[in-house]
């Protein structure tokens, strides 16, 4: 590997571009409302777009100017990270050892397990292990010309007190993201699991499956909220009626409302906007019921600042973006979405194929990429001629580059700050700077916590993406031209 070839002579005189690019200056000014995420134009029913001009074309060729912030050290880190990680046996033992007995008691073998991975997979894919370590990242990043969603790592909380204590590192997430350049941190990331209790959840969403199977199905609990299903949404995962919430489970749902509330009102006073992750379809509806309702509550103007994520895996995906779109328009709420692709694709398969159902994931990876990229095309046109705000969360070139060019086409780029592009920390650094090269606004995902916390939650995401760390591909064979092209320089 290239790491074992350079010298460190040659390594010492490699040369790379440490200067910063010029910060936007309609993005210094901090603001209170709208937040700094979106237009800080005043609000006016149509968005201002950009000259075509503005934005230039998605650009892989120069890989002098794409990798031009990166140094040579995180270059060969990167690539040797990278193919780490392609390799599946080595994803296989990491996983196998990371969830072993052997991690659960304080002995030397675990102490050495948690330093070898905290020197090489957490470095690459963590932000740090705690929010201020996070926030430095992001100054890193930001002279890139890059942003940071910060993700304090959490895994699900299966209680009032785990949910709590998850709350105090959401709110301290808030703060810290504050005390940082205005716009640097595009948005707070939240998992509702980890603030309201996964059985909830589950009991939540059964209920409100019942209630789409049948309409008079009284839901005394249940506020304002936006199309959760569509008339494609298996409702496979509740068989029987279920009971009421009890009592405790009542005041558990007001535990839980009042903890959402609480980081909601905090980002609205930091002027931060908050987008909820999806996780598995058996606890997706009470996920996007609490981010609808909220959303109701806080979205204004032409801003969202409570942003939901709608997994184009799904089969009912594109219906149930219209749908959701369409009555926030009719309420006159600014909405705002996430678009991925899912990282539960092999659960969810298993879930329906045990109970007897069809998939609810589209047949092929085709169909997906397609849903994809109607969906992007529909929101891109929609925040092209009104409120809202979407996230195009994807590794995939191709996605990237049909997103840029239609944004190009509607005359959307940097200056409307009403779309994000958006990479995991550690992943697809190529489409990341070209995307902000070509004139985007490009953030990272950036999970952080300390090592036992958050590599669980890597590692699961890995297990999830084994085809995306496989297609890192491009990104490496990208990187190892520069590293060449590096050391020729030094050496001629
Ligand atoms: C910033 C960011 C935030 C994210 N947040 C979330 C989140 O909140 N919730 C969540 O679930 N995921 C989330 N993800 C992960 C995401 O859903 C994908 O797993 C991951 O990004 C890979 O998809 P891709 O768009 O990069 O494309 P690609 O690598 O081109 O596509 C891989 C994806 O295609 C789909 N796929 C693969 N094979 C098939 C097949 N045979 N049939 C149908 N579909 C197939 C799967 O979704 C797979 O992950 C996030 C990713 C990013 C970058």
């Known amino acids: 590997m290239a790491t074992r070839v350079i010298p460190p002579r040659i390594l010492r005189k490699l040369r790379y571009n440490t200067a910063t690019k010029p910060f936007q200056p309609s993005l210094s000014t901090p603001t209170l409302s709208p937040p700094?995420?979106?237009?800080?134009?005043p609000p006016s029913t149509t968005t201002t777009l950009l000259p075509p001009t503005a934005v230039a074309d998605l650009n892989f060729h120069d890989v002098e100017k794409l990798f031009s912030y990166v140094s040579t050290t995180k270059l060969l880190r990167s690539t040797a990270v990278l193919h780490a990680t392609a390799i599946e046996p080595m994803v296989d033992f990491g996983t196998w050892i990371m969830r072993s007995e052997l991690m659960q008691t304080n002995n030397p073998l675990r102490n050495l397990a948690l330093s070898a991975t905290r020197a090489t997979f957490y470095d690459h894919f963590c932000a740090g292990e705690d929010a201020t370590t996070a926030g430095q990242s992001i100054g890193v990043l930001n002279e890139a010309g890059l942003r940071g969603m910060l993700v304090y790592g959490v895994e699900d909380a299966?209680?009032?007190?785990?949910?709590?204590?998850?709350?105090?590192?959401?709110?301290?997430?808030?703060?810290?993201?504050?005390?940082?350049?205005?716009?640097?941190v595009s948005f707070v990331i939240v998992k509702i699991t980890a603030i309201c209790p996964m059985s909830?959840?589950?009991?939540?969403?059964?209920l409100l499956r019942w209630q789409k199977k049948d309409p008079?199905?009284?839901?005394?609990?249940?506020?304002?909220?936006?199309?959760?299903?569509?008339?494609?949404?298996?409702?496979?995962?509740?068989?029987?009626?279920?009971?009421?919430?009890?009592?405790?489970?009542?005041?558990?749902?007001?535990?839980?409302?009042?903890?959402?509330?609480e980081l909601c009102q905090k980002c609205v006073q930091a002027n931060i906007p908050l987008l909820v992750d999806a996780e598995h379809t058996s606890v997706q509806p009470a996920i996007d019921y609490f981010t609808y309702s909220s959303a109701i509550l806080?979205?204004?103007?032409?801003?969202?600042?409570?942003?939901?994520?709608?997994?184009t895996y799904l089969k009912d995906a594109k219906e149930r973006?219209?749908?959701?779109?369409?009555?926030?328009?009719?309420?006159?709420?600014?909405?705002?979405?996430?678009?991925?692709?899912?990282?539960?694709?092999s659960s969810e398969r298993k879930l329906a194929a045990?109970?007897?159902?069809?998939?609810?994931?589209?047949?092929?990876?085709?169909?997906?990429?397609?849903?994809?990229?109607?969906?992007?095309?529909?929101?891109?046109?929609?925040?092209?001629?009104?409120?809202?705000?979407?996230?195009l969360a994807t590794h995939n070139v191709e996605s990237g580059k049909l997103a840029a060019a239609k944004a190009h086409e509607l005359g959307i780029g940097k200056v409307n700050h009403k779309l994000e592009f958006a990479q995991l920390y550690g992943m697809s650094e190529a489409l990341s700077f070209g995307l902000s090269n070509a004139g985007f606004q490009v953030s990272k995902y950036m999970p952080f916590g300390p090592v036992e916390t958050v590599m669980p939650y890597l590692l699961r995401r890995a297990e999830e993406n084994r085809g995306v760390l496989a297609a890192s591909g491009f990104d490496r064979q990208l990187m190892r031209k520069e590293l060449v092209r590096r050391v020729k320089a030094a050496v001629f």
Not at 298 to 310: Q, S
Not at 332 to 339: D, E, H, T
Request: hydrophobic share 35%; net charge negative; proline share 7%.
């Open 298 to 311: 806080h979205n204004k103007g032409e801003n969202p600042i409570v942003f939901g994520t709608i997994q």
């Open 354 to 391: 045990e109970l007897g159902y069809a998939s609810p994931i589209h047949k092929t990876i085709k169909d997906t990429h397609k849903c994809f990229n109607d969906c992007s095309s529909f929101m891109l046109e929609k925040i092209a001629n009104g409120p809202g705000g979407v996230v």
């Open 321 to 345: 973006l219209i749908l959701a779109s369409k009555a926030a328009d009719k309420m006159g709420i600014p909405m705002g979405f996430k678009l991925v692709r899912g990282a539960y694709m």
């Open 216 to 261: 008079s199905f009284d839901l005394p609990w249940k506020q304002d909220s936006l199309p959760i299903f569509s008339e494609l949404t298996p409702l496979y995962h509740t068989r029987k009626r279920p009971e009421p919430l009890t009592l405790e489970e009542e005041s558990d749902l007001e535990l839980a409302n009042k903890r959402f509330l």
């Open 158 to 184: 299966m209680d009032n007190e785990a949910c709590d204590r998850n709350l105090k590192g959401f709110l301290h997430t808030v703060d810290v993201s504050r005390s940082l350049p205005p716009s640097s």
């Open 36 to 41: 700094c995420y979106l237009d800080q134009k």
């Open 200 to 206: 909830l959840l589950e009991r939540l969403s059964d």
